[in-house]
């Protein structure tokens, strides 16, 4: 039986499946293994998926901060090679995985997402795959926020549209 050792509420177990998770999806998206930015790539969406909703904004402001810190790397170095690992998946990926992983936006292989949007979109299929680890009282407490910050989303219901 493996240790259920938890860091910040999370078992090494969840964190396991997270990481299988993101591998799968990123092969999906046919982001290039051999490229430096797939290691980049995956450990962004690592942090995304394993920190804490309510930490989100600081995780996006310090992350190349906290990927080059883990890589010994420099953040334009960061920067750099997931824009080029992204722009190879973006231009090798099935047109329709694409449309399905934005929410049926159109996509073009000429126009690739941003390096975070890119991060956000892996991280929001994997907490689909493997689920929320901190729950829906997490979710209805960030809900609360953005609906004080952002009057216009009052009129959603349900928390998991603002996700």
Known sequence: MQETYTEQGLS????????????AVMRVLRVPTALLGY??????????????????QSIQRTLYTRIGTAMDTTRPMIARSMQYAIAQAWRTADPEVLRAYTGGRQV?????PGNLEFVSMIAERVRLIVGDPYGEACRTEV???LKTRFPWLNGLTNPTLVW
């Open 12 to 23: 090494c177990e969840w964190k396991q499946m997270a990481g299988g998770a993101i591998n």
């Open 39 to 56: 290691r980049y790539i995956f450990y962004a969406a690592y942090l995304f998926v394993t920190g804490d909703p309510r930490e989100r």
């Open 108 to 112: 073009s292989p000429k126009d690739p």
């Open 143 to 145: 809900h609360a926020r």
